[in-house]
């Protein structure tokens, strides 16, 4: 072999070796992004696994013992079936929440605490709650920009036909609830505060940052026996007790905006109230899920809030169940005891709540209002739940405009969107008569509606809020 050719060689030996290392290199990094990947997926998994699960550990069953069985005794009894009383409902005597150690199936451990007839009242599962409003869909809008006297300086404020429907995007004139001619009268009062029982608020929005309810510096945080203190400054999240019930869903904002979006402060959009304090009570996580005992905590809250100095008159439930909670009942009830109107959707199934209940909105307690949905054109929404026994008024609910997460806009759809309008009116009215009580605010919301021929044999009142009706003493 000449020394050219061994040359060649050599060179041809280097070049396969440094390809060789170079493919082991790259093996090596493969290896190792595999191996990442898969820790990755792992910790992925793990976490999907926790929010799959997020409501697996939660308290099995509500208790409510009978009266003189004290709070020691309900410990013992918890205690001797491996259970533990994980929260007293301080609102109604007797109730408590109680976690099974062994994770057994809710409904078996409700059935043995029914089984101790001598001391307990009623048992029942811990029930899981959802949203359920309908899919929101769009349409073309017209591009006539209308203006009339008493319209606020809101840029968006045209498209709220709800609040004053002058025929656009094919609806019909008038149909709305007289907020403008309401406003002449009345735009709120800050000295009002409305409860919002839903997936939080977002507090920060530029729109509502200015109508929420901060806790004041004379009351102090909320702090229960059994779960500990509260950071409840902004209001309350009974899905995390250190953590501030910001909405990270959305749903919350868009029903807070509905009832107290700042007026004329050339942004975004108007409330119904120019002028109200909304508090949070956040018991539905981001995926709109929630349980039972976490909204009971909540009006707990709400009712220990109240006793403390707090003005909350209104709490609004844009949610639902046909699930039936004597607890949930108990609590709502306690709420009417200090004066607290609650004002609930009555559900998105198309369907009569008459023969097919929704809870809360069917509780025939004297401080519940139950609400359905209109369009833009005073038929009741497709959608929308009704029931002339069960369903009191209707509202609009449909392609409502409102708040949403970092200072968004959003249209929605949904009985959701017509409690809030009803909670709003409520607050007008208080606002223009602060004394006004509980009973007599409900009547007047009852009888002060325009009459439609569509709702005759759908809702009690046989018709949609009417604002400027309902401030006319």
């Known amino acids: ?37 898969v820790e990755v997926r792992r910790q992925i998994d793990e976490r999907n696994t926790k929010i799959a699960n997020a409501h697996s550990d939660k308290p099995e069953v509500m208790v409510r013992f009978k009266p003189g069985v004290t709070l020691d005794r ?14 007293e409902i301080e609102s109604v005597s007797g109730l408590s929440v109680i976690d099974d150690l062994d994770n057994a199936d809710a409904e078996t451990v409700a059935a043995q605490y029914r089984s101790m007839s001598d001391v307990v ?15 929101q869909r769009e349409f073309p809008r017209d591009t006539v920009f209308r203006n009339f006297p008493g319209m606020p300086n809101d840029p968006q404020f045209a498209d709220q036909w709800s609040l004053f429907n002058m025929g656009q995007d094919g609806g019909k004139e008038k149909a709305d609830i007289s907020a403008v001619k309401a406003w002449e009268t009345q735009k709120g009062s800050k000295d009002v505060v409305v ?15 200015d109508n929420m309810w901060i806790r004041p510096a004379n009351i102090p945080a909320y702090t229960d026996d059994e779960l500990g203190t509260y950071n409840d400054l902004n209001g309350f999240n009974g899905t995390d007790a250190i953590a501030d019930p910001m909405d990270d869903n959305g749903h919350g904002t868009h029903c807070a905006g509905i009832i107290g979006a700042e007026g004329d402060n050339g942004e975004g959009i108007a409330g119904v109230n120019w002028h109200v304090k909304i508090m949070p009570l956040k018991f539905l996580g981001r995926g709109g899920f929630g349980s039972v005992d976490d909204a009971i905590e909540a009006i707990n809250y709400a009712i220990d809030r109240k006793k403390n100095g707090v003005n909350i008159r209104i709490i609004s439930a844009s949610w639902g169940s046909t699930q039936k909670s004597q607890a ?22 198309s369907s009569n709540n008459d023969s097919r209940p929704h809870y809360p909105s069917n509780y025939d307690l004297p401080n519940v209002i139950s609400v ?50 009803v909670s709003g009116v409520a607050a007008l009215v208080i606002a223009n008569e602060p004394n006004i009580s509980m009973k007599d605010l409900k009547a007047r919301i009852l009888r002060s ?16 809020i009417n604002a400027a009706k309902a401030l006319a003493k």
């Open 1 to 37: 072999m000449n020394r050219k050719n061994i040359w060649v060689h050599i060179g041809l030996a280097v070049v396969m070796v440094t390809f060789a290392a170079v493919l082991g290199q790259i093996e090596r990094i493969r290896t190792s992004i595999n191996t990442r990947n």
């Open 74 to 87: 309900i410990r013992a009894i918890a205690s001797s079936n491996h259970d533990v009383l994980k929260d």
């Open 121 to 135: 009242a009623y048992a029942e599962p811990n029930f899981k709650i959802a949203l359920d409003d309908p899919t």
């Open 195 to 209: 409860a919002v029982l839903d997936t939080g608020v977002d507090f920060t929005h530029v729109d509502l940052k």
């Open 328 to 349: 949930l009942e108990d609590v709502i009830r306690a709420a009417g005891d200090a004066g607290i109107l609650f004002i609930a959707a009555a559900g998105n199934d």
């Open 372 to 421: 359905a949905a209109l369009d833009r054109n005073d038929q009741l929404a497709s959608f929308s739940n009704y029931g002339l026994k069960t369903v009191h008024v209707a509202a609009p609910g449909k392609d409502i405009l409102s708040t949403w997460l970092n200072d968004a806009y959003r249209e929605a759809s949904g009985t959701s969107m017509a409690t809030p309008e």
């Open 449 to 464: 509606v325009d009459k439609i021929d569509s709702l005759k044999d759908k809702v009690a009142s046989g018709g949609r």
